[in-house]
């Protein structure tokens, strides 16, 4: 992907955010600035500032030998970010934090069709983050994009693991417009629990190893 001008340090955060987001590169893939600046068609110093702001967030780190790596997500933090992300949900569903404007229910766009991972990832993300929106928590809401950011991959190789995927997203969704918000605590706990079980197995179709971790 070239850029056709030098591209603002926003800009590049934007597209090096999104690619990995889409799962461009790899778990422990190592990402070289100069490379990525010919890559992005940009110099060094809008990339070098985009990754500095990524490894702030958790979505690039440090490599050992020079440049950024993609993080490895193992199993005990697979595991680890699916519970946070379901706490962070429900606690946004408090009765004490709900919003009361009906409007709320007017965020919630009809989800696209649910026929690939990128586009079953993207409407999962765009999900749970309306239904955050709901608390009158502002860091509730970013926390919840945060967490759900960590787990793009993971939730790319979903549907290679668990069935149904695109429905249960399609139900959690209906409950939401209807804000059937006692059942869709319910719904969201299962949801996660779900996939708390299977995260070896979600984990491996990452291409995450693991030993001798017990299923859970």
Avoid at 30 to 55: C, F, H, K
Wanted: proline share 6%; with cysteine.
């Amino acid at each position: 992907m070239m850029l056709s001008s030098p591209a603002t340090s926003s800009r590049v955060y934007a597209l090096l955010k999104d690619d990995i987001l889409r799962g461009r590169f790899a778990p422990r893939t190592t990402l070289i600035e100069r490379s990525l600046a010919d890559d992005y068609g940009t110099s060094v110093t809008p990339i070098r500032n985009a990754a500095s702001q990524l490894v702030g967030e958790r979505l690039l780190s440090l490599h050992a030998g020079g440049g950024y790596e993609i993080p490895n997500v193992g199993v005990a933090e697979l595991r680890d970010l699916y519970f946070w992300h379901g706490q962070l949900v429900r606690s946004a569903l408090n009765p004490k934090r709900i919003d009361a404007k009906p409007a709320v229910q007017l965020i919630i766009d009809p989800l696209p069709e649910l026929t690939t991972p990128i586009s079953i990832a993207t409407a999962t993300a765009r999900l749970f983050s309306a239904i955050a929106a709901v608390s009158s928590s502002s860091e509730l809401a970013c926390a919840v994009a945060s967490a759900g950011e960590r787990l793009s991959v993971a939730r790319l190789r979903e549907p290679a693991v668990l069935n149904g995927v695109a429905d249960e997203l399609r139900a959690v969704q209906a409950l939401t417009v209807r804000g059937q918000w006692s059942d869709l605590v319910r719904s969201i706990w299962a949801y996660h629990r779900r996939r708390q079980r299977r995260v070896i197995e979600i984990a491996a179709a990452v291409g995450s190893p693991h030993r001798d971790d017990p299923p859970y």
